[in-house]
Nanobody, 120 residues
Framework: VQLQAFGGGLVQAGGSLRLSCAASGRTFSRDGMGWFRQAPGEGRKFVAATNRSGSTKYADSVKGRFTISRDNDKNTVYLQMNSLKPEDTAVYYC???????????????WGQGTQVTVSS
């Protein structure tokens, strides 16, 4: 599975950004797709995930502000980020694997990171 992420940038606190991640290759067997983020000096952390059935899961820190969605025909997952805070600043990575791995483990398939910077 190859993953390509788009959409990072610089935004002021309270603003919005939308990330996209397109998957190609053998995507049919691993239907979980999600987003992780890594802030400077920290480990990579789970942000949100979804699967082909439309199930979603979010980290507590982003619930109510971020929305993950998926276009199954395009094998693309989106992360709509609203009410952004400076603490959301990180490199965001998309990932793909089985649902239980994306939501509770360490996925094997990663896209390149995209920087999100939220200024105060």
């Amino acid at each position: 599975v190859q993953l390509q992420a788009f959409g990072g940038g610089l935004v002021q606190a309270g603003g919005s950004l939308r990330l996209s991640c397109a998957a190609s290759g053998r995507t049919f067997s691993r239907d979980g797709m999600g987003w992780f983020r890594q802030a400077p000096g920290e480990g990579r952390k789970f942000v949100a995930a979804t699967n082909r059935s439309g199930s979603t899961k979010y980290a507590d820190s982003v619930k109510g502000r971020f929305t993950i969605s998926r276009d199954n025909d395009k094998n693309t997952v989106y992360l709509q980020m609203n009410s952004l805070k400076p603490e959301d600043t990180a490199v965001y990575y998309c990932a793909a694997d089985y649902w239980n791995v994306v939501t509770t483990g360490i996925p094997v398939n990663w896209g390149q990171g995209t920087q999100v910077t939220v200024s105060s």
